[in-house]
């Protein structure tokens, strides 16, 4: 498998190449639709047209289509899906200030780790199967446009999916070649105030400040971290009023939550819906509080189905001569839908790299083969 790729390196990278230069911020439904064409284009100059396509329209977030390839053997068996999303945090335009380009072991470029390698791996995996008259399964290649902005139109699709495989394999990146087998949930809060402007000078009384509203908030949200349960909580963005002598007529926060637990995700959802202004603020009915609440993804923790699936994935390593220790990270990704439904999924099988969403996001060439071979081992028959 990894010699396979070895002699196609140069294939590999400009498949990579092709996909990486179609810009696809999760944002923009005219770029993920051109890119979403340009990769099912790929995907069928590779692996021949699929046998079966579906296409979910995704209203304002990216489409979400479905390809599947048949397996080696006749008889009718559960495929085995690679859910790949194919929109990437970069705005439309970051392609012209920072093309992929290749230093030494380092390909970097926007979105190549994060996750467009996973898609080129996905194919290349097929291809080296086939190549080598190696049995696999069915194949189903599920691409989703919105995974990086919450999943809302993919995530259906995707837990119908993995619902009818074998096994769902998640080619996000690695931790340094390491699968992921925990990942934390998470809570996304917008806390606004809306207040009353006024001159801060002439008339104060007449305004009601949202940014001191605002601000007394803002420590009762840190304080429902518990790092001993694994629960953190960032303000990551305070922002409120127009000028220094303006009594503030708004105010906003942006808070992200992460929990390893799901009873924690629900305490501190709750305790967030359920914040309320302190005295005085409470009682002046000018200010008003808004919350938006989302607990986005479930935490992932290993489930008898998984576990089982990781089992077979050190085997496949066994043999490839490497030795596999999962690791828990805080990102969370599309595995989590399909952990929390008991069914079997594998995540952190993609590139060897990092810096995802920043602007060193890279992945290293010595990295392809050993990944793909290892993604194209949970194939085989
Ligand atoms: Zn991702």
Same mark, same amino acid.
């Given at each position: 498998?990894?010699?396979?790729?070895?002699?196609?390196?140069?294939?590999?990278?400009?498949?990579?190449?092709?996909?990486?230069?179609?810009?696809?911020?999760?944002?923009?439904?005219?770029?993920?639709?051109?890119?979403?064409?340009?990769?099912?284009?790929?995907?069928?100059?590779?692996?021949?047209?699929?046998?079966?396509?579906?296409?979910?329209?995704?209203?304002?977030?990216?489409?979400?289509?479905?390809?599947?390839?048949?397996?080696?053997?006749?008889?009718?068996?559960?495929?085995?899906?690679?859910?790949?999303?194919?929109?990437?945090?970069?705005?439309?335009?970051?392609?012209?200030?920072?093309?992929?380009?290749?230093?030494?072991?380092?390909?970097?470029?926007?979105?190549?780790?994060?996750?467009?390698?996973?898609?080129?791996?996905?194919?290349?995996?097929?291809?080296?199967?086939?190549?080598?008259?190696?049995?696999?399964?069915?194949?189903?290649?599920?691409?989703?446009?919105?995974?990086?902005?919450?999943?809302?139109?993919?995530? #259906?699709? =995707?837990? %119908?999916? /993995? +619902?009818?495989? $074998?096994? !769902?394999? *998640?080619?996000?990146?690695?931790?340094? &070649?390491?699968?992921?087998?925990?990942?934390?949930?998470?809570?996304?809060?917008?806390?606004?105030?809306?207040?009353?402007?006024?001159?801060?000078?002439?008339?104060?009384?007449?305004?009601?400040?949202?940014?001191?509203?605002?601000?007394?908030?803002? #420590?009762? =949200?840190? %304080?429902? /971290? +518990?790092?001993? $349960?694994? !629960?953190? *909580?960032?303000?990551?963005?305070?922002? &409120?009023?127009?000028?220094?002598?303006?009594?503030?007529?708004?105010?906003?926060?942006?808070?992200?939550?992460?929990?390893?637990?799901?009873?924690?995700?629900?305490?501190?959802?709750?305790?967030?819906?359920?914040?309320?202004?302190?005295?005085?603020?409470?009682?002046?009915?000018?200010?008003?509080?808004?919350?938006?609440?989302?607990?986005?993804?479930?935490?992932?923790?290993?489930?008898?189905?998984?576990?089982?699936?990781?089992?077979?994935?050190?085997?496949?390593?066994?043999?490839?001569?490497?030795?596999?220790?999962?690791?828990?990270?805080?990102?969370?990704?599309?595995?989590?839908?399909?952990?929390?439904?008991?069914?079997?999924?594998?995540?952190?099988?993609?590139?060897?790299?990092?810096?995802?969403?920043?602007?060193?996001?890279?992945?290293?060439?010595?990295?392809?083969?050993?990944?793909?071979?290892?993604?194209?081992?949970?194939?085989?028959?």
């Amino acid at each position: 498998m990894e010699q396979f790729i070895t002699e196609h390196l140069d294939d590999v990278l400009e498949d990579l190449r092709r996909i990486v230069h179609c810009e696809t911020p999760s944002q923009d439904k005219t770029l993920l639709d051109a890119g979403l064409a340009e990769i099912r284009a790929l995907a069928c100059e590779r692996l021949g047209e699929p046998a079966h396509e579906a296409r979910t329209p995704g209203g304002a977030f990216g489409d979400v289509l479905e390809l599947r390839w048949p397996g080696s053997s006749v008889e009718a068996e559960q495929p085995v899906t690679s859910v790949c999303h194919y929109d990437t945090v970069w705005p439309a335009g970051t392609l012209s200030v920072w093309p992929m380009s290749i230093e030494g072991d380092r390909l970097t470029g926007p979105g190549v780790l994060d996750m467009k390698f996973g898609i080129v791996q996905t194919l290349w995996a097929v291809r080296a199967l086939r190549s080598a008259g190696i049995p696999h399964a069915p194949l189903r290649l599920l691409l989703t446009g919105d995974e990086e902005i919450g999943s809302v139109a993919g995530r #259906p699709v =995707i837990e %119908a999916a /993995a +619902a009818d495989s $074998r096994v !769902t394999l *998640v080619p996000e990146p690695s931790a340094s &070649g390491q699968p992921k087998d925990r990942r934390k949930g998470m809570v996304f809060a917008d806390v606004t105030v809306h207040g009353v402007e006024a001159h801060a000078g002439l008339e104060p009384e007449n305004g009601a400040s949202a940014v001191h509203a605002l601000a007394v908030l803002v #420590p009762q =949200i840190v %304080a429902l /971290a +518990a790092p001993e $349960r694994g !629960t953190t *909580v960032n303000v990551g963005t305070l922002q &409120g009023g127009t000028g220094r002598n303006v009594v503030a007529g708004q105010a906003q926060c942006l808070v992200d939550v992460r929990v390893t637990e799901t009873a924690e995700q629900e305490r501190v959802a709750d305790a967030l819906r359920a914040l309320s202004l302190p005295e005085p603020y409470r009682s002046d009915e000018r200010l008003r509080l808004e919350l938006d609440v989302d607990a986005n993804r479930p935490p992932m923790n290993p489930t008898p189905a998984s576990e089982a699936a990781m089992a077979q994935l050190k085997q496949v390593a066994a043999a490839l001569g490497r030795e596999l220790a999962p690791r828990m990270v805080g990102g969370a990704s599309d595995a989590n839908f399909i952990s929390a439904l008991g069914l079997p999924v594998l995540d952190g099988l993609g590139a060897v790299g990092e810096g995802p969403h920043a602007w060193h996001e890279h992945i290293l060439i010595s990295g392809i083969a050993p990944q793909t071979a290892l993604l194209a081992g949970m194939l085989t028959e």
